[in-house]
Structure formats: C-alpha cells, structure tokens
C-alpha cells in the first residue's frame, strides 16, 4: 500500500484527524504524520520513510502478534506494552495492516469518549 492510500484508509474513519506534532522535536530530520481520533493518537509513521507504522494493540495480543509475524515488534517511540511496530516491507499483508489499524482506532476511541 502507498503512503497516500494508507493515509485515506486512516482517514476513512469517522472523527480522525491529522497532525505533524513533533516537527519542533525533529529539527527538520523526519516528519511525522499522527492520526488522532477524540484527540488521542492511534497510528503514526514517518511521511518520509514509509516503511514503518506505529499503532495501539491491546496488551494481551500484542505477545502473540509479535511471535507469529516479524514484521510485528517493538513501537518505534511508544509504550511496548500498548504499542506496536509493523514493519510495511515484511510478512503483514494489507488485509492484516488495515485489520490492525482499525483495531488501533476502536481501542482509542472506545477508551478515550469525548467529553
């Protein structure tokens, strides 16, 4: 999947935004592109090396994902009990890429209702 066709997926969503919120940390090296439902992130990826997706899983599959594909592992810059990171040019297909994003945006948005 391109980098524009992934975003319009995560955009797809009802109530997701788009933000590049760490430019100031990067001093212009990378950009990160963040999608946040009810203001919470649930994906990131650097827009300049598309090769990597960061997203939330839940804890108790995120052992089991990890052992089953080795495109699955450890987040990028996150939490590894609550975040994963799935490598684009590995064994994750498409079906199972976007299977894991949705299920990064319902964590986020059924634990972070909006006020």
Known sequence: ??????REFCLSFPDVMED??????????????????NGHMFCY???DDFTNVTLKNKPETIIDLT??????????NGDARYW?????DADVDE?????????SYE?????????
């Open 1 to 6: 999947m391109d980098i524009e066709t992934f």
């Open 20 to 37: 590049t919120p760490f430019q100031k940390f990067s001093h212009g090296r990378f950009t990160i592109l963040v999608f946040y439902v």
């Open 45 to 47: 990826f650097n827009i």
């Open 67 to 76: 052992e089953r594909y080795r495109g699955i592992g450890k987040p990028f």
């Open 84 to 88: 994963i990171n799935v490598r684009l």
């Open 95 to 103: 079906a199972l890429l976007k299977e894991l994003v949705r299920q």
């Open 107 to 115: 964590i986020v948005r059924a634990g972070k209702k909006a006020k």
